[in-house]
């Protein structure tokens, strides 16, 4: 570990994947809130805010998580000698489930979601969503709700190097 005050390649490396876990996933967790806001205040911009949710996987989530993995290989490679370490894989495959989560269901099911949305609220009368956005919608909270649950447990593993 890098001595407090000295600033060394690790210690970069360091800052480099925690910034990088906090660009990936800290807005993943703010995604509850922002859809109740939109529902209550505005249907109208679902579309949008799917949208907007398919966007910040492609340009953030993604090259975030990779830069994620990519320095957490360097870390462990760096500091660690035992690579059969359990903390350090069960992480590792947390971040690969999290990147196929997001492009095997969390994108294609906002991309249904922004699709059913904007049929939904066509027309001049209130927004009455359909049953179809609301399964999808239920289906996110569930698969969402496991991604920020796996989330922490990355962090707990990094945290805590059980085993170590």
Do not use: C
């Not at 000295?6 to 995604?31: E, K, N, P, R």
């Not at 903390?87 to 947390?94: D, E, P």
């Not at 009368?125 to 920020?148: H, K, M, P």
């Amino acid at each position: 570990m890098t001595a407090p005050g000295h600033l060394d390649f690790y210690a970069i490396v360091l800052f480099v994947h925690i910034v990088s876990a906090i660009v990936a996933f800290g807005v993943t967790f703010a995604y509850p809130v922002i859809d109740s806001v939109v529902r209550t205040r505005d249907p109208r911009s679902l579309a949008t805010y799917h949208e907007a949710q398919i966007q910040v996987g492609r340009r953030i989530v993604t090259p975030a998580a990779i830069l994620l993995l990519v320095a957490g290989i360097y870390l462990v490679s760096d500091r660690w000698s035992d690579f059969s370490s359990g903390w350090w894989s069960a992480a590792l495959a947390i971040v690969v489930v999290l990147l196929g989560l997001e492009h095997g269901f969390l994108i294609p099911n906002a991309r249904r979601m922004r699709d059913r949305a904007a049929l939904d609220v066509q027309g001049s009368g209130g927004v009455t969503l359909s049953a179809e956005y609301e399964q999808l919608a239920r289906q996110r909270a569930i698969f969402g709700g496991l991604a920020s649950l796996l989330v922490v447990i990355a962090v707990f593993l990094m945290v805590v190097k059980p085993g170590v």
